[in-house]
């Protein structure tokens, strides 16, 4: 008779990694698809424009092999590019493997449906169900969308062990045991929830789950302003997308708006323009009579938009969100409101207004812990920019001790960070780099890689400050690196390529370093963007720079030519490919 032997899939390039073909050749999956690919089309190679889609073909198609080998056997009449974008069919467009094999080895539909005929029906029916999970389950989860009154934990594990040993199923142990479907067979069985008119029943019991989940911790982030709760959420991610949608989808606006506002895990993971796209979306839809509701997005949309530098979106938002928490009657959204409007008005300098924001959140009271710790870290901040650096230092330590008690790994940071700027505002920029240097390896680890870059253009400054611009260089390019796939035209990566100009600009290159700030200052203004203490610096010993060394009408073509350019066409400019490690 036969024998099942469990294959495992082939290893896949990471998501979002950008690789080289040679490196990308590495893995086995690529490999493979390179190789079966050559065979059917003697004229492909993977290069530098079809690496990315070849990337995606061989991580959506799980590494299987037999996947993979249909795919390329399509690339006699698909380029890479379109068959990446057609494998939401993947059923029709994986077919015509090797006709001398099995019938269930010549198209993928015909393997996993015989797979599925071999099936109990109680098999069948989870195994449908656990299609509604879009980036994996824990036995919690599948007890939730099972739906069965008879469907207890220990007979939901019996039938995920079966589904397991007939590799229907992925187990991926670790301390808290989850289990995932392969896309393309995760596919398959949605089709089938589908045929079986279960989809609506389950994505609802999805979305109570996913909620309940999500609510319990942000329950316990408010009560801890522990990184911990939201961490442990990550995991959640593609399944908190799909619960959002189906959420929009249903016009379960209350639902959607619950789930985005119970935990930050958007930001915690970085994704602040996702987050910005979903609150847009959110306050299109909730009424104008709902007060605390909209405060508390609007408060969302200041954070998000201030995280990536769109300073003037920010405020306003943060002026929006006090306006509608002050007649919500939940003190709780008003001191929330308040301590955001503080810190966006005292980062564009208007210091008076930030310190009236911060003492009427005070004479509220009942603050979380998270809001008493936000409370100290806005009044550091204010002290910071205000040029009161005994009480910023103050405040500041308190902030760094009271987050390492907590375990909060981005507020540690960003305490290091605001009190490298403490150290460099007091003319100790020698300790400050040093200070920076040591958190970068810690904030290269945090789920969210914007503080790290933070750290690396503030490093840029403190080193241009030095004199160490060959160490300047190289900080602004490796900050330039990371913004430039994410957000070429914003406001931080124009905040490096200052630091990168006045770097230039010692060295004696003086027009590229002014063709540079023309964009930096077009850039800079478009965002509402304002300088603090290490941009100012830079910016002003720049320009005195190119004064001394430019006539008027040559500094004034360089500008209005940086003016003219693009993000891409400035980073492009600036030869960091070459500089950046």
């Not at 204010?382 to 902030?399: C, F, H, K, P, T």
């Amino acid at each position: 008779g036969e024998h099942v032997l469990r294959l495992p899939s082939l290893a896949v390039p990471p998501q979002d990694d950008v690789v080289t073909p040679q490196v990308l050749l590495s893995y086995g999956a690529v490999a493979l698809f390179a190789d079966r690919a050559l065979a059917a089309d003697g004229r492909f190679a993977v290069t530098s424009e079809n690496a990315p889609f070849v990337a995606e073909i061989c991580r959506r198609l799980d590494g299987i092999p037999l996947a993979i080998e249909l795919a390329a056997a399509r690339i006699t009449v698909l380029s890479p590019q379109h068959l990446a974008q057609r494998l939401d069919e993947r059923f029709r467009v994986l077919t015509g493997g090797d006709r001398s094999a099995l019938p269930r080895h010549q198209t993928m539909r015909a393997l996993i449906d015989w797979s599925y005929d071999l099936l109990s029906e109680p098999e069948r029916s989870l195994f449908r169900k656990l299609s509604i999970f879009a980036g994996g389950f824990t036995l919690e989860g599948a007890a939730a969308v099972c739906g069965d009154a008879d469907c207890d934990d220990l007979a939901v594990l019996d039938l995920i062990s079966s589904l397991v040993d007939k590799s229907l199923v992925q187990s991926d142990p670790g301390t808290d045991q989850r289990y995932r479907l392969l896309e393309s067979t995760r596919q398959y069985a949605r089709e089938k929830l589908a045929e079986h008119g279960e989809l609506e029943a389950d994505a609802d019991r999805h979305l109570a789950f996913v909620l309940a989940l999500f609510e319990r911790s942000g329950k316990e982030y408010e009560a801890t302003d522990s990184d911990t709760a939201v961490r442990q959420l990550a995991v959640e991610l593609e399944d908190a997308r799909s619960a959002f949608d189906w959420a929009e989808r249903r016009h379960a606006t209350k639902d959607a708006i619950d789930l985005f506002l119970a935990t930050r895990l958007w930001d915690y993971l970085g994704l602040h323009r996702e987050a910005l796209e979903r609150v847009n979306r959110l306050l299109a839809i909730v009424g104008e009579d709902d007060a605390a509701e909209r405060a508390r997005l609007w408060e969302r949309m200041a954070y998000s938009a201030g995280w990536i530098g769109h300073s003037g979106t920010a405020k306003d938002a943060a002026e929006r969100s006090v306006a509608y928490a002050r007649t919500s009657n939940e003190p709780a959204v008003l001191v929330d409101a308040l301590l955001r409007f503080a810190d966006v008005t005292a980062r564009a300098g208007s210091f008076g207004e930030a310190l009236i924001a911060l003492d009427g959140a005070e004479r509220l009271g009942g603050f979380s812990p998270r809001q008493s710790v936000q409370m100290l870290h806005a009044r550091s901040l204010i002290g910071l920019w205000a040029g009161d650096l005994e009480s910023a230092s103050r405040y500041n330590a308190q902030v760094r001790d009271l987050y390492e008690s907590l375990g909060n790994d981005v507020g540690t940071s960003s305490a290091a960070l605001n009190l490298a700027e403490i150290e460099h505002k007091r003319g100790a920029t020698a300790a400050a780099a040093k200070i920076v240097m040591e958190e970068l390896p810690h904030a290269e680890r945090l789920p969210d890689r914007g503080m790290w870059a933070h750290l690396m253009e503030n490093l840029a400054g403190y080193l241009d400050a030095l004199g160490d611009v060959e160490g300047a260089r190289r900080a602004a390019c490796t900050a330039i690196a990371f913004y430039a796939p994410r957000d070429p035209d914003g406001p931080f990566a124009a905040v490096a390529l200052e630091h990168l100009a006045l770097a230039l600009a010692i060295d004696g290159d003086f027009s590229t370093a002014a063709t540079l700030e023309g964009y930096v200052e077009k850039t800079l203004a478009q965002h509402r963007f304002e300088r603090e203490h290490t941009e100012r610096n830079s910016h002003e010993r720049l320009s005195r720079i190119l004064h001394e060394n430019l006539t008027k009408d040559e500094l004034r073509e360089h500008l209005t030519q940086g003016g003219r350019m693009s993000g891409a066409a400035a980073i492009a400019s600036t030869a960091c490919s070459e500089i950046a490690t």
